[in-house]
Nanobody
Framework: HVQLVESGGGSVLAGGSLKLSCAAS????????MAWYRESPGKQRELVAS???????AYAHSVKGRFTISPNSAKNTLWLQMNNLKPEDTAMYYC????????????????????????WGQGTQVTVS
């Protein structure tokens, strides 16, 4: 099973920045589709950003122009650079990796909101005030 270890969350003022990191174990998962989701009380789980095996990115409308998803060169770490943070960005952020790796599984993961064919990290809290 892929293991995901997240870090980088914290509390910041509106307009500030944070960089979340997700370390994924196992080279067999390098290059697999990955995504960041967020969840907060009273809100549905939201797909924040995704990165497919071709390097194509996609973002929720609410974060376009502010967030950037990217891997390291070895593709075993996934970053989410968050700039110009807003109070509505407050949430628990989860790193999710497609499991299994093929693109069809990634597509199903995204379509299902993550529960199917998605391996989840423990989450990291982001609070913006």
């Amino acid at each position: 099973h892929v293991q995901l270890v997240e870090s980088g969350g914290g509390s910041v003022l509106a307009g500030g920045s944070l960089k979340l990191s997700c370390a994924a174990s196992g080279y067999m998962y390098s290059g697999c589709g990955m995504a960041w989701y967020r969840e907060s009380p009273g809100k549905q789980r939201e797909l924040v950003a995704s990165l497919d095996s071709n390097g194509t990115t996609a973002y929720a409308h609410s974060v376009k122009g502010r967030f950037t998803i990217s891997p390291n060169s070895a593709k075993n770490t996934l970053w989410l650079q968050m700039n110009n943070l807003k109070p509505e960005d407050t949430a628990m952020y989860y790193c999710v990796a497609a499991s299994p790796c093929p693109d069809w599984a990634f597509a199903v993961m995204l379509a299902s909101g993550g529960p199917r064919f998605g391996s989840w990290g423990q989450g990291t809290q982001v609070t913006v005030s």
